[in-house]
């Protein structure tokens, strides 16, 4: 019994790969879920436009504990130039300060922020007027203020969860056949022995590449289509964006993660191997790029990370096309940010596949092959 114990315990120092994701998943876990497993939202990011829009924010300014992050004073602006920010996702709430139209309008699309917006709207309310029953509030300024209306929720006005979940969801089925059966795949040939076939035969690197990822692209595209059409069909998920913006921020998602399930391939000999560090990097995008917790609640010391996940900008991307209609101006920051990334993965990954085509002897054995079969190359 002893003898077999120490034989596993030698067995298991040998694979790093195991011993690493033994230690490092369970801190991931401790940090993830101890810092960014939260649903509240205690920083509400907020527009204040209209005539008495400064009045307002100073107002909202001077309440303790009060959750209105004011990010921008917009005096000149009405209703029209506020859902349009909203559109845009500037905004989890635009406050029109107009004694003549007042208005209350929340972004639902931001699930969790509109929920804590419409508690905080009535709370200030709520002050609002028993300070006036009360005598304790300024006479002059509280004359100044228009009474605030009941909140009006755009794109989510029931502020379903399937709304904001299947956009997201579609991220997470393209993620997972980027990465998981990418990598599996590519590992099957390093395994059965093809791999080294390939890499004595007459063909370029790029081709085998190429034509390696095609299968799973198609895949990808096929599920993302059934994923979107079934959450429309029977969810009733809107979409109410151009087409075209969602494919563009899809075919960038979905060049990152095949480049990182390559990437994968390439430092891992068998499928376990793969399986183990495409967990690795599916559970941190899972559970810190906004598709089940929100951004604004996880707290800068971990956030951070949420900004080098490609599903954080996907997630964006989709959720703003389907659900708000975002045109294609206000998602700039995420499409370039998938683009950088998507560069960086796919030349390391293509890197890294060129040098596993090329072992030693490989060239020699390439030029034989070349002139057996008459030079073509």
């Known amino acids: 019994m002893w003898a077999m114990a120490a034989k596993e315990f030698r067995e298991l120092s040998r694979d790093r790969r195991t011993v690493a994701m033994l230690i490092a998943l369970p801190i991931l876990l ?28 100073d107002r909202a300014a001077a309440q303790a504990g009060s959750p209105f992050n004011i990010l921008a004073i917009r005096t000149g602006d009405g209703e029209a130039q506020a859902e349009d920010a909203l559109r845009r996702g500037e905004a989890t709430i635009v406050i029109v300060a107009d004694l003549a139209h007042p208005a209350v309008l929340i972004d639902g699309a931001d699930l969790f922020g509109a929920k804590a917006a419409v508690v905080a709207i009535s709370n200030m309310a709520g002050r609002a007027a028993a300070g006036s029953a009360t005598g304790t509030g300024s006479a002059a300024t509280t004359a100044a203020l228009p009474a605030l209306p009941t909140p009006r929720i755009l794109f989510n006005p029931d502020l379903k969860t399937s709304t904001i979940m299947v956009p997201a ?14 990598s599996l795949g590519v590992v099957r040939e390093r395994q059965s022995g093809t791999l080294e076939q390939l890499a004595v035969m007459p063909f370029r690197p790029a081709d085998i590449f190429v034509g390696k990822i095609v299968p799973y692209l198609v895949l990808a595209v096929v599920d993302m289509t059934m994923v979107i059409g079934a959450g429309m069909l029977i969810f009733g998920v809107p979409f109410n964006g151009n087409p075209l913006v969602f494919a563009l921020g899809a075919m960038l998602f979905l060049f990152v993660t095949l480049g990182i399930g390559v990437l994968i391939s390439t430092v891992s000999e068998t499928q376990g191997q793969a399986i183990q560090l495409a967990i690795m990097t599916l559970l941190p995008q899972i559970l810190l790029s906004g598709l089940i917790f929100p951004l604004d609640s996880i707290v800068w010391g971990v956030r951070w990370i949420s900004y080098v996940l490609p599903l954080t900008y996907f997630v964006q ?3 703003g096309v389907l659900v708000r209609g975002a045109p294609i101006d206000a998602l700039v920051l995420p499409l370039v940010a998938l683009a950088i990334l998507g560069v960086v993965v796919f030349g390391l990954s293509m890197l890294r596949f060129r040098r596993d085509l090329a072992p030693a002897g490989a060239p020699a054995r390439r030029k034989a092959n070349v002139e057996k079969t008459g030079g073509v190359a």
């Open 30 to 57: 401790l940090v993830v879920f101890g810092f960014a497993a939260s649903f509240d939202v205690s920083s509400i990011k907020t527009i204040v436009v209209g005539p008495q829009a400064q009045l307002f924010a």
């Open 169 to 182: 969801l579609a991220g997470m089925i393209l993620l997972f056949v980027g990465t998981v059966a990418t």
């Open 317 to 319: 991307i989709s959720r």
